[in-house]
T-cell receptor, first 114, second 112 residues
Framework: AQSVTQLDSQVPVFEEAPVELRCNYSSSVSVYLFWYVQYPNQGLQLLLKYLSGSTLVKGINGFEAEFNKSQTSFHLRKPSVHISDTAEYFCAVSALYNNNDMRFGAGTRLTVKP | NAGVTQTPKFQVLKTGQSMTLQCAQDMNHEYMSWYRQDPGMGLRLIHYSVGAGITDQGEVPNGYNVSRSTTEDFPLRLLSAAPSQTSVYFC???????????FGPGTRLTVL
């Protein structure tokens, strides 16, 4: 089965600074990769996903991620964060053709300070 | 569309009690899943379904049963609740294998 490691449990940054949230995955088959965001007391919302094609994926709210097959990574980036980006971010992986058997990382809490 | 709905929002059970968490979607999605979310562990897949009448186990299925008699509904049953099942439960659905999963608002369950 697939697995995901999010390398940072907490990332504090100042407003308007750039941020990178790191995600590594493990799988014996080809995968789909996802980043989700969870605001307090809410469900998960998809930020972006990689299915195939260009390795640089752009998502909502100015986020982007790059799929690196050789490094088995899918790091999330934003060039300038806002206070409203404070949330929990989850990286997830699923095997090709079996999107419902999805495995999530433990999450990274991004805190944006004024 | 209401999207994915879950009831109840909150529930407190005593050890050994049974209950059913409800999940419904009105998007005609074939794929539906149940996850539990525990602090520091992200979301873990409990069971999933690829269509009416078809279910399969995920990463942590023990203590939970599911069935899928209609496309719209995917209830999760706890037959004999244990304190280890205290968690937040999320239901999700998607149209097909490659489609985005849409998540419900969650059910916060406490087992005393």
């Amino acid at each position: 089965a697939q697995s995901v490691t999010q390398l940072d449990s907490q990332v504090p940054v100042f407003e308007e600074a750039p941020v990178e949230l790191r995600c590594n995955y493990s799988s014996s088959v080809s995968v789909y990769l996802f980043w989700y965001v969870q605001y307090p007391n809410q469900g998960l919302q998809l930020l972006l996903k990689y299915l195939s094609g260009s390795t640089l994926v752009k998502g909502i709210n100015g986020f982007e991620a790059e799929f690196n097959k050789s490094q088995t990574s899918f790091h999330l980036r934003k060039p300038s964060v806002h206070i409203s980006d404070t949330a929990e971010y989850f990286c997830a992986v699923s095997a090709l053709y079996n999107n419902n058997d999805m495995r999530f990382g433990a999450g990274t809490r991004l805190t944006v300070k004024p | 569309n209401a999207g994915v709905t879950q009831t109840p929002k909150f529930q407190v059970l005593k050890t050994g009690q049974s209950m059913t968490l409800q999940c419904a979607q009105d998007m005609n999605h074939e794929y539906m899943s149940w996850y539990r979310q525990d602090p520091g562990m992200g979301l873990r897949l409990i069971h999933y379904s690829v269509g009416a009448g078809i279910t399969d186990q995920g990463e942590v299925p023990n203590g939970y049963n599911v069935s899928r008699s209609t496309t719209e509904d995917f209830p999760l049953r706890l037959l004999s609740a244990a304190p280890s099942q205290t968690s937040v439960y999320f239901c999700a659905s998607s149209y097909n294998r490659e489609d985005t999963q849409y998540f419900g608002p969650g059910t916060r369950l406490t087992v005393l």
